[in-house]
């Protein structure tokens, strides 16, 4: 009998390692692998049934909200403010998961971000989550959405001195409440639809889609000239209506077939094709490439907001044999290429002094409580000029504004800092851009603005006539003026 107790025992006790192994390798070694299983619904059905923190404006606007709900997931995200801020806040969807704020900071809103603040936290259960209030603000946003119209395009706006994003417009956008629905046929036929639209809603064209910025880069070939090649900025460029182009037997015209030359202001204040281009040449890829470096291109920008592009500019290497190629991009064509945020990044450099702080849509996360959790602490991202050439810098792109091609940016009892663009993409068809801060002497706002080339308007559609008055209304809420 007690052999037989004693073999009982023996099996019980291997069963027992058994469980006890299997339970560890399911809670500890494959919880994650499990947890994020394709087929593992119950992660998301989760967070979908919970308490989910509020995204606001700066000036208190509701982005997203959770409301109660009569069926299985007991709670609705809901975006008061539709379209207006879809590709910031971004949206939450059992089926297609998360996109923008929603997914950047999906910790802070769970609550899983947000410690214990009392021991008794531990064994009752109050949903803890976080709110997270945007350095955006509800009017400029308004206001950049309203000038921009219903062209397609992007307008971003930013504080020079610590890289708080103000407003960040991309149109067309999207009404992300569809996404967010509990019936996921009808979200299945809201997402067919927006990747069928050819206007491509769900695109944030401001941080995810590269443009030639054409002569708004002319500002990064006036930095190269300033910090690696100071005595060209006084060299007279010749009066030309076009450049013969080495290598080839083509030129490169100035816009309208007009006649420029003469110094380096003299150059950006009429946005000289000749001339910069000859200057591109005279500097060499290498130091062209070196300043557009510095100024973030080819680099990532860390903005706290998923997937944002790169800004590119090519390869030193890649103008050996081609210096068309090197004449073009000094002048913002060619390979060259740069999202909205870049180019207000841009301005925002020469505005703060040769210094690009980290852009970030965030300003804070509260607990429910409304006890502070961290709030965004700025930072430097790239040292692109020294103080004395970008106040020289600014100085140039003050008379572009003043008695140049960015008269139409002009606002009434402040001082602006601008640069125009007019890139060529198809046949006769071009993007308008127009970069600028304000105050010129002591910023608080830099702005890009980008209008998408229109088919058949041909030589109208310019930075200065069409992006001029966008980024003039933007500029004018921005600084209370308007």
Same mark, same amino acid.
């Given at each position: 009998?007690?052999r037989?107790?004693r073999?009982?025992?023996?099996?019980?006790?291997?069963?027992f390692?058994?469980?006890?192994?299997?339970l560890?390798?399911?809670?500890?070694v494959?919880?994650?692998?499990l947890?994020?299983?394709?087929?593992?619904t119950?992660a998301i059905?989760?967070?979908?049934?919970?308490?989910?923190?509020?995204?606001?404006?700066?000036?208190?606007?509701i982005v997203?909200?959770?409301v109660?709900?009569?069926?299985d997931?007991?709670?609705?995200r809901q975006?008061?403010?539709?379209?207006?801020?879809?590709?910031?806040?971004g949206?939450?969807?059992?089926?297609?998961?998360?996109?923008?704020?929603?997914?950047t900071?999906n910790?802070d809103l769970?609550?899983?971000s947000?410690?214990?603040k009392?021991?008794?936290d531990?064994?009752?259960?109050?949903?803890?989550?976080?709110?997270?209030?945007l350095?955006?603000?509800?009017?400029?946003?308004q206001?950049?959405?309203?000038a921009l119209?219903?062209?397609?395009?992007?307008?971003?706006?930013?504080n020079?001195?610590?890289?708080?994003?103000l407003?960040m417009w991309?149109?067309?956008?999207?009404?992300?409440n569809?996404?967010?629905?509990?019936?996921?046929?009808a979200?299945?036929?809201a997402?067919t639809?927006?990747?069928?639209?050819p206007?491509?809603?769900?695109?944030p064209?401001?941080?995810?889609?590269?443009?030639?910025?054409?002569?708004?880069?002319?500002?990064?070939?006036?930095?190269?000239?300033?910090?690696?090649?100071?005595?060209l900025?006084?060299?007279p460029y010749?009066v030309l209506?076009?450049?013969?182009?080495?290598q080839?037997?083509?030129?490169?015209p100035?816009f309208g077939?007009?006649?420029?030359?003469g110094?380096?202001?003299?150059?950006?204040?009429?946005?000289?094709?000749?001339?910069?281009?000859?200057?591109?040449?005279?500097?060499?890829?290498?130091a062209?490439?070196?300043?557009a470096?510095d100024f973030?291109?080819?680099?990532?920008?860390?903005?706290?907001?998923?997937?944002?592009?790169?800004?590119?500019?090519?390869d030193?290497?890649?103008? @050996?044999?081609? /210096?068309? %190629?090197?004449a073009?991009? #000094?002048?913002?064509? !060619?390979?060259? *290429? =740069?999202?909205?945020?870049? $180019?207000?990044?841009v301005?925002?450099?020469?505005?703060?002094?040769?210094?690009?702080?980290k852009?970030?849509?965030?300003?804070?996360?509260?607990?429910?409580?409304?006890?502070?959790? @961290?709030s965004? /602490?700025p %930072?430097?991202w790239?040292? #692109?000029?020294e103080? !004395?050439n970008? *106040? =020289?810098?600014?100085d140039? $792109?003050?008379?572009?504004?003043?008695?140049?091609?960015?008269?139409?940016?002009?606002v009434p009892?402040?001082?602006?800092?601008?640069?125009?663009?007019?890139?060529?993409?198809?046949?006769?068809n071009?993007?308008a851009?127009?970069i600028a801060? #304000?105050?010129?002497? !002591?910023?608080?706002? =830099?702005?890009?603005?980008i209008?998408?080339?229109?088919p058949?308007?041909?030589?109208?559609?310019?930075?200065?006539?069409?992006?001029?008055?966008?980024?003039q209304?933007?500029?004018?809420?921005?600084?209370?003026?308007?």
């Open positions: 009998m007690d037989q107790i073999k009982l025992a023996v099996v019980l006790i291997v069963m390692f058994i469980l006890f192994a299997k560890n390798d399911l809670q500890v494959r919880a994650d692998k947890a994020t299983a394709p087929g593992n119950r059905v989760r967070d979908f049934s919970r308490e989910r923190g509020v995204i606001q404006t700066a000036d208190g606007a997203a909200q959770s109660p709900s009569n069926d997931f007991e709670r609705l975006y008061p403010e539709g379209a207006l801020f879809a590709h910031v806040g949206y939450f969807s059992f089926t297609y998961g998360t996109e923008g704020v929603e997914r900071f910790a769970a609550g899983r947000v410690g214990l009392k021991l008794t531990l064994v009752t259960d109050r949903t803890r989550t976080g709110n997270v209030t350095t955006l603000s509800k009017a400029l946003q206001v950049a959405r309203d119209g219903n062209r397609t395009g992007a307008v971003v706006a930013l020079p001195t610590d890289g708080a994003v407003a991309s149109n067309p956008s999207f009404d992300p569809p996404l967010a629905a509990h019936d996921q046929k979200v299945q036929a997402w639809s927006l990747q069928d639209d206007g491509k809603p769900l695109l064209r401001a941080y995810r889609r590269s443009y030639a910025p054409g002569s708004t880069f002319k500002v990064v070939t006036a930095a190269a000239t300033l910090e690696r090649h100071p005595e900025a006084t060299k010749p209506r076009d450049l013969d182009l080495p080839t037997d083509a030129n490169l100035n077939k007009s006649a420029c030359g110094t380096l202001p003299d150059l950006l204040r009429v946005s000289c094709n000749t001339g910069f281009a000859q200057l591109g040449l005279d500097m060499g890829a290498e062209l490439a070196g300043e470096g973030g291109f080819n680099t990532k920008p860390p903005l706290d907001l998923p997937a944002v592009a790169r800004s590119t500019f090519p030193v290497a890649a103008f @050996r044999q081609d /210096q068309p %190629a090197l073009k991009s #000094a002048i913002g064509q !060619q390979d060259v *290429a =740069a999202t909205p945020l870049q $180019m207000a990044l301005a925002a450099g020469v505005a703060n002094g040769g210094v690009i702080m852009p970030h849509v965030l300003a804070e996360v509260r607990d429910s409580e409304g006890e502070l959790v @961290r965004a /602490q %930072a430097q790239m040292k #692109a000029m103080p !004395q970008a *106040a =020289a810098l600014r140039m $792109m003050i008379t572009v504004v003043n008695n140049g091609t960015a008269g139409r940016a002009a009892g402040v001082q602006v800092a601008a640069k125009t663009g007019t890139a060529q993409t198809v046949g006769d071009s993007h851009w127009l801060f #304000a105050p010129a002497e !002591q910023p608080r706002v =830099a702005v890009a603005v209008v998408e080339s229109q058949g308007l041909g030589d109208t559609v310019t930075g200065g006539r069409i992006a001029a008055p966008i980024a209304a933007v500029l004018k809420a921005a600084l209370g003026t308007s």
